[in-house]
Structures are given as C-alpha cells and as structure tokens.
C-alpha cells in the first residue's frame, strides 16, 4: 500500500486500516487501499494548481481531494488527524492563496469548493 510520505509508522497503520475496512464500499463514500496518498497527492497539485482541481481519482464518485482527506479526519484519532493536518494545513494555505471567496457559492459547500 502507498504509503503517505511524512507521517509516523503509527498514523501510517491507523490509515492503511481505515482504508481496508472500508474498502468493501469505495464507490459509496469508502476509501480503498492507497486512497490517502493519492488524496494527498491529488490535493497537493490542485493547491499548486487551483484551476486544474483534481478530482480523485477520477471524479466518478464526486468528491475530490481535499474532500476525502476531510472524511478521513473525521476517522482518525485525535493524534493522528493532528499529524496528517499538518501535511494538508500548507497546502490549504497555498490554494487559499491562489484562489478568491466566491460570493455566489452556497454556505452549505465546504469552504474549498467556495473559492474561485
């Protein structure tokens, strides 16, 4: 499995058994093997190059990176969401930095897909 460059062994472990225990349902909001890095990944591109967003992987399901690393916190143990937040906060900044607030956009979007 991929492996998320920068994180502890430990993070590493709690990640890769988030994304087999819900790999059974990938399509339906699951992650699979692997899903993390290349979210990561996906995301880091995107925050270079916010009007190239990269949907991940493919855009088939709707969410995109940024979004899936959201979820992934969200399953994550305190500790391990601070370390994997500290390899997605510069990033965050660097696509707030490129990008502008869209006025137009609904409240109930999350605030990446807010920006223009």
């Not at 699951?30 to 992987?57: D, I, K």
């Not at 979820?71 to 502008?100: G, H, K, N, Q, Y």
Request: hydrophobic share 40%.
């Amino acid at each position: 499995m991929p492996h998320v460059p920068g994180l502890p062994a430990i993070v590493q472990q709690e990640i890769s058994q988030i994304e087999i225990r819900t790999a059974m349902n990938w399509a339906g909001f699951g992650l699979w093997p692997g899903a993390v890095a290349e979210a990561l990944a996906g995301w880091s591109s995107t925050s270079q190059q916010p009007s190239r967003r990269n949907f991940h992987p493919c855009g088939c399901c709707g969410r995109s990176s940024r979004g899936l690393l959201d979820e992934v916190l969200s399953m994550l143990s305190a500790p391990s969401a601070r370390a994997l937040e500290e390899l997605i906060a510069p990033l965050d900044e660097s696509f707030r930095s490129r990008t502008l607030p869209n006025p137009l956009a609904s409240k109930d979007l999350p605030w990446w897909a807010r920006r223009v």
